[in-house]
């Protein structure tokens, strides 16, 4: 099963990094920062962590990831984070989200509807603590080197 989950989100990743058109030595990147996003949400979940939770270390994972492969390969970082990211992002829970209101069954609906909304927000948190972590290093080596 485990293999199954790295194939899928390999590719759901690289699939992305090719519609929004990342150069071409790119896609292979692309697809294992999502991986490596996807897999470490996995195992944290099956670990026992709340959902959330591990929606924001996952996300935290790939955007570290992501600013290593731009310092690295010397490209935007968004390149990496975009398709990085798309396998946490919770579509299938929008969608029956989306349906259970369409079928009047406003309290499935709403709580969908909340964890989504959760889970959304915990994806961008990760990235903004990875961001800010990152500033906060770049800033205390520039104090190191004056």
Do not use: H
């Given at each position: 099963?485990?293999?199954?989950?790295?194939?899928?989100?390999?590719?759901?990743?690289?699939?992305?990094?090719?519609l929004?058109?990342?150069?071409?030595e790119?896609?292979?990147?692309?697809?294992?920062?999502?991986?490596?996003?996807?897999?470490?949400?996995i195992?944290?979940?099956?670990?026992?962590?709340?959902?959330?939770?591990?929606?924001?270390?996952?996300?935290?994972?790939?955007?570290v990831?992501?600013q290593?492969?731009?310092?690295?390969?010397?490209?935007?970082?968004?390149?990496?984070?975009?398709?990085?990211?798309?396998?946490?992002?919770?579509?299938?829970?929008?969608?029956?989200?989306?349906?259970?209101f369409?079928?009047?069954?406003y309290?499935?609906?709403?709580?969908?509807?909340?964890?989504?909304?959760?889970?959304?927000?915990?994806?961008?948190?990760?990235?903004?603590?990875?961001?800010?972590?990152?500033?906060?290093?770049?800033?205390?080596?520039?104090?190191?080197?004056?």
């Amino acid at each position: 099963m485990l293999v199954e989950q790295l194939i899928t989100s390999f590719i759901s990743s690289a699939g992305f990094g090719i519609l929004f058109n990342v150069p071409k030595e790119s896609i292979l990147k692309c697809g294992i920062v999502g991986m490596i996003g996807w897999i470490s949400y996995i195992l944290l979940t099956d670990a026992g962590m709340e959902m959330v939770l591990a929606t924001v270390l996952a996300s935290f994972i790939v955007a570290v990831i992501s600013q290593f492969f731009a310092k690295l390969y010397k490209t935007p970082i968004i390149i990496f984070t975009v398709g990085g990211i798309i396998p946490l992002v919770p579509g299938g829970m929008a969608y029956d989200a989306m349906r259970n209101f369409v079928e009047n069954d406003y309290n499935s609906a709403i709580n969908l509807a909340a964890r989504a909304f959760m889970i959304s927000g915990s994806i961008a948190m990760g990235l903004v603590f990875s961001e800010v972590i990152n500033q906060i290093i770049r800033k205390s080596k520039l104090g190191v080197k004056r």
